[in-house]
């Protein structure tokens, strides 16, 4: 993979794919909308499994196949078609309000990260024009994206899905810098998603039961 | 031999199992206790084989138990085993009073099983990516545990742990890409590039920028998990809300994974970048550590948030004495973390059965507790001064390791520092819990235990541990030292 140049017809792809999903989440960091913040999220995870089919088909990599499947089903499908029932429709969300940081202000931030991403993140032994290059900054980008909403917005909801971008831009990272990545600790990782997601769903509605605006960012209460 | 680094992750699982499926929480409670002692024994066989020999290794390092990580997995599962034996009678005590349903009871051994497992699997992996998976796996097993008492504090407390460890444990496996990458170069399969023993031969010849990059982004990760400072914030809501065995096993096991995990890092940094950049850092995040405990255990008056800010302070000393490096430093940093280990799991299974009695974890509103709790008292007073590193208890000599690490160094004014640093904590604590523990009485007293079983399980756990403390302030056996010499070496 690392040899890939972004002038191959893959690797063009691949690059395109990668710019995709650095939009898609952007896109999530400007809305205000929980329906949309997991409609932007559903569509990151579906390029990502474009990206990993890509790859698969390059490398005729059977694992790899294996991971565009789990990540067209699991991110793509069914984490987001969960969350939209059990929390968005069940927990009536429309709106986040609670963000720490204007939107504007937010997004400035998130243009700064994706600054930063691209001048720190050069990996040194990588030649200008391949692929690796150029998609390990925009991964570390996602990345810090995801981290990002998780630290401005105080809604749990929001703040799940901000974990969720940022776990996915792991993924692109890991896919197109180390295709070679070991499935096993892949499909490892792909668990512990999962069952964090469980876990967060349900104690968003435990909450939730409980009081409400769902204050997840209240400073804690020293005593 | 693989098999039996296997089964001693396995057996607490049988605790899970029988929750899982039996009505009786005594059952429960009882599977926990035989699987947490099973652990225990053949950990120890574990790393006597490991001290003998050859590390026991799989492929790719996926299991993978060297003196460090025999050290580690003792130290895991001496904790486990205190804690399940804590869990019984506080859990039985919780129920009768009704503050737990026996269903929540059941959930709480499930989870208790899953992340004891995972823990003691997490020590014994090398494979970098296999071990984000466990301590990963591990956090979300103790966050089912810390709102379990039904509060909305604890289910806050929860998820502000679960999303702030989430949040650290994803920055840990970008590092771990990052090393991974730095290793890409090189001869051998995708598996030898994310196993520990490969890394650390191979650490001249990883691309040093990206083997900058993975170690930091690594102790920043798992900085989180292990409560350094400025990523401890989810630790001390976390630690007060749990049960108080789960609070024991998070302060006595969890960050020690963390520091596992590190101390692995640290190890390739130093062969690699030289051992002053990977010890720069540390002192960094331990100083900072130490300080932002120190300032928030003055006036705590929850106790059981005060003895959190002291675990994030000792962790601070432990990330110190790695800084300052060395066989001393290291030899300090690893013992200190067994002995910490062992106080703080006495200070919470004692706090917890003060918490149950007295129906508040304030400190200003319980007094002279020695009177009416004479047993428990008294350990949690010894336990206190243990913790302080007062003589003759063991964290005495380890604090006094890396305190002869630091003067050895070129910057022995840090250890002014550090010094004064411990001489406010120790005056912070001691008022704290003198004034709870003597005093005069205060506080409306029940007796939570029914029994002499619950009474001995309440009491003879944590008194044995005391016993083993000031054993290691006055001796330390020759199996653990030749198990921390052989770590020392593996990390300097």
Known sequence: ?223 | MVWLPVLVAALPLGGSAVAAVSVRTRRAALAAVAGAAGSLALAVVVATLAIAGTPIASAGAFVYVDSLGGFFLVTVAVVVLLASLGSSSYLAAEERSGQLSPRRVRIYFGAFGLFAASMLAAVETANLGLLFILVEAATLASVVLVPLEGRTEGLEAGWRYVIISSLGITVALVGALFLFYSASALPGSAEAHLAWPFLLAHAHQLAPTALRLGFLLGVVGYGTKVGLAPMHTWLPDAHAEAPAPASAMLSGALLNVGMYAIIRLLAIANRGLGTQYGGRTMLIFGFLSVLVGVVFMIRRRDFKRLFAYSSVEHMGIIAVGLGFGGLLGIYGALLHSLNHSLGKTILFLSGGSVALAYGTRRTDRLGGVVGTMPWTGALLFGAALAILGAPPFGLFISEFTIVRAGLTGDQPWLVALLLGFLAVAFLAFIRTVGGMLLGAPRGVHREPYHGAPEHLLAVVPSAVALVALLGLGLLIPSWLNSLLTQSVALVR
């Open chain 1, 1 to 223: 993979m690392q040899e890939l140049t972004l002038a191959s017809p893959g690797g063009a792809i691949l690059g395109l794919d990668a710019v995709l999903i650095l939009l898609s989440a952007l896109a999530c960091l400007g809305s205000k909308l929980f329906d949309r913040y997991l409609t932007y999220y559903a569509l990151q995870s579906v390029l990502l499994a474009v990206a990993a089919a890509t790859a698969a088909y390059l490398e005729r990599d059977a694992a790899l196949w294996v991971l565009a499947g789990l990540t067209l089903a699991l991110k793509g499908w069914a984490i987001p078609t969960a969350a939209r029932h059990w929390l968005v429709q069940r927990l009536d969300l429309k709106r986040d309000s609670g963000s720490t940081a204007g939107l504007s202000l937010t997004l400035v931030m998130g243009t700064a990260l994706c600054a930063f991403a691209y001048l720190a993140v050069s990996p040194e032994r990588l030649a200008h024009g391949l692929l690796a290059a150029s998609v390990v900054p925009i991964s570390t980008a996602v990345v810090l994206l995801g981290a990002l909403a998780m630290v401005v917005r105080r809604h749990m909801v929001a703040q799940l899905i901000g974990w969720l971008i940022m776990e996915n831009g792991v993924f692109l990272g890991a896919i197109t810098l180390t295709a070679s990545f070991p499935l096993i600790v892949e499909v490892g990782i792909f668990f512990d998603l999962l069952a964090g997601f469980l876990i967060m769903l349900a104690m968003t509605t435990g909450l939730a039961e409980r009081v409400s605006p769902l204050p997840a960012g209240r400073s804690g209460q020293d005593s």
